[in-house]
């Protein structure tokens, strides 16, 4: 049993390992490109400063410093300018992705799902003509996560006006890509259901929370979150005789019935007087011939 145990701690130590470091200077504050830890390293316990850049891992074994908690805080910070709610978006979005990235710079397992590579000097997505030197970096994720957090930024204004973030996986492998001139890393994303990817579960925009894996929140809208327009404003469609007022309709009815037979009786009434009246004027023609008959007879 003992020895059992042991087997199982040395390979939870074995396979919670980290993949990557970054450090910075300060001050200035000034960060370095993240460098591959190579052979990878244990997690460790490291004492965070406030503010927190990723609450959900406070007092665990991590994979990222102080140094990396300072680089998230300003990262996140241009999240929520670029997915919250200050520039029309969903603020459940922007925390989201803080919590992908989280998962990808602080989580224990770290190397099981982060692959990294060499640093290179790549062009800048701002400035093609620009080279940043950046960390590769392999990113592998479930289909579902990949879904569900675009599904919770799909109606952000950013994305919708971006034809490269038109799906789940182009919505990240765009993420991964602009990323370089702030992180120093070029993120690819692979995707795949097998045991070697991050699986996340992300609150959806619907959710009427305040706060959102530590961080504070705004409930989402129709006007950035989907799922909110069907929720609230998609009714079903009216059946053809919905909002009738039948009151109105009956009295309209008993109007025109009565006016109806008003206009028939008094038509027919006009009728059978100008029948009785031929009949009167006919009779009156045959009495005077037969006056005139009578008094030729007479005369003869």
């Known amino acids: 049993m003992v020895t059992k145990m042991w087997i199982l701690l040395l390979f939870a130590q074995v396979y919670s390992l980290c993949s990557l470091r970054q450090n910075c200077v300060q001050p200035p504050y000034d960060c ?18 406030a503010p927190y850049a990723c609450p959900m891992f406070l007092g665990q074994e991590v994979c990222c410093s102080q140094d990396q908690n300072e680089a998230m805080n300003y990262k996140f910070f241009l999240l929520d300018e670029t997915f919250g709610h200050s520039v029309g978006g969903c603020d459940i979005c922007a925390a989201n992705l803080k919590n992908l990235w989280c998962h990808f710079t602080c989580h224990p397992l770290q190397s099981q799902y982060v692959k990294t590579g060499e640093q290179k000097y790549v062009p800048s997505p701002v400035e093609p003509t620009q080279l940043v030197l950046a960390l590769l970096t392999n990113f592998t994720v479930t289909n579902s996560l990949s879904c569900e957090i675009y599904q919770s930024c799909q109606k952000c204004p950013y994305v919708t006006e971006v034809s490269a973030m038109q799906s789940p996986q182009g919505f990240l492998e765009f993420q ?51 799922n909110q327009c069907q929720a609230n404003y998609l009714v079903a469609a009216p059946s053809t005789l919905e909002g009738i007022d039948w009151i109105i309709v009956g009295i309209v009815y008993l109007v025109v019935l009565v006016f109806t037979m008003t206009l028939f009786f008094s038509k027919y009434a006009w009728l059978k007087w100008r029948k009785n009246k031929s009949r009167r004027e006919e009779g009156n023609s045959n009495g005077i011939y037969q006056d005139l008959a009578l008094s030729n007879l007479y005369y003869e």
């Open 32 to 49: 370095q490109t993240p460098f591959s830890v190579n052979p990878p390293s244990p997690p460790f316990m490291e004492n965070f400063t």
């Open 176 to 226: 991964g890509y602009e990323g370089i001139p702030i992180g120093l890393v070029w993120t690819t994303f692979y995707f795949s259901d097998g045991p070697d990817a991050l699986d996340l579960q992300f609150l959806p925009c619907s959710a009427n929370v305040t706060n959102a894996y530590g961080y504070q929140v705004q409930p989402c809208s129709c006007n950035n979150c989907l």
